[in-house]
């Protein structure tokens, strides 16, 4: 039974203030050991729920933020950046994937660091017509794979956001969001016994539970936070819209695109990408 388990940091148990998941700051020093202390637990539980190969991907900015001291015995973690696609070595010969330390979409109310990618510059993500943040972005990925999310830790938010798009997922709620930077936390040590107890329990819904498929073409619209992040996305500049000449120029904007990948700008703030391979749109996307 293999397990890949997808980390982040700002769901993490005792992880509430910015401070904290921002290298250089005395604060990101003990909030990294939180992190580690917690996805050991989750390995734990993994290992004690029958999995026989855990491999641990840490997610959070440049993907360095776990001691290598403190790394689980029987476990392997895929640590550092950049590297290709958004999850090294997830394939078909996964059973399931675990999301922990995850947050609500951007724009969630009393949700702790809720975001989509980029609190500076994404508003909304939508997929297939239907908003997402990153626990659908990522469970997306894995069900291109056939993979079902089987956990999802987090706050109150997330745990419910998870719940809705995944239907039968198991949940570990660490903290309860009072707003963006202040919550209800539990102490780590009953974090730890908590997400190790639910990540025992989600090894049970392996082979139960479908993954997350999406029909095609795939369509991701984003809603940047300004006009001049549309702008960056050079091959967006004009949408062709009406007469001939407009015709024209849309043959070039889809020409701009790779991978069969259109994108077309739908307003000062929202760009639209569309093709046929899910991992293609969302690596034009991302
Ligand atoms: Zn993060």
């Known amino acids: ?32 050991r939180l992190l580690i202390r917690e996805v050991d637990a989750v390995v734990e539980g993994a290992l004690a729920g029958g999995a026989t190969h855990v491999v641990v ?40 994937v675990f999301l922990v330390g995850y947050h609500a979409m951007a724009g969630t109310p009393a949700a702790v660091r809720d975001h989509t990618y980029s609190s500076r510059d ?31 830790t987090g706050d109150d938010k997330v745990c419910a956001e998870a719940r809705g798009l995944l239907g039968e997922v198991v ?12 919550a209800r936390l539990l102490p780590p040590a009953r974090v730890r016994d908590l997400v190790r107890e639910k990540a025992r329990a989600a090894m049970e819904l392996i082979g139960q539970v479908p993954p997350l498929r999406h029909s095609v073409p795939v369509s991701v619209k984003i809603r940047y936070t300004g006009t001049e992040i549309a702008d960056g996305i050079r091959a967006c500049w004009k ?16 020409a701009a695109g790779v991978d069969g990948v ?10 639209l990408y569309e093709g046929n391979n899910l991992l293609d749109v ?3 996307a991302l």
């Open 1 to 32: 039974m293999k397990i890949y388990i997808v980390a982040d940091m700002e769901g993490i148990g005792g992880i509430v203030r910015p401070e904290q998941v921002l290298k250089g700051n005395p604060e990101y020093d003990e909030a990294r």
């Open 57 to 96: 991907k840490d997610a959070h900015a440049d993907g360095f933020n776990f001691p290598p001291e403190e790394l689980h015995p029987a476990a392997e973690y895929i640590m550092g950046t950049p590297h290709p696609g958004r999850f090294p070595d997830l394939d078909e010969t996964v059973n399931g």
């Open 122 to 152: 994404w508003q909304a993500f939508y997929l297939n017509d239907r908003q997402m943040g990153e626990v659908g972005i990522d469970a997306s990925i894995a069900g291109y794979y056939g993979v079902p999310v089987l956990l999802v």
């Open 171 to 182: 949940t570990a709620r660490v903290k309860t969001g009072i707003a963006r930077h202040c």
């Open 239 to 254: 949408d062709g819209a009406g007469d001939a000449a407009g015709e024209a120029e849309t043959a070039k904007v889809k």
């Open 262 to 271: 259109e994108i077309l700008r739908l307003d000062g703030q929202t760009v």
């Open 282 to 284: 969302l690596h034009q």
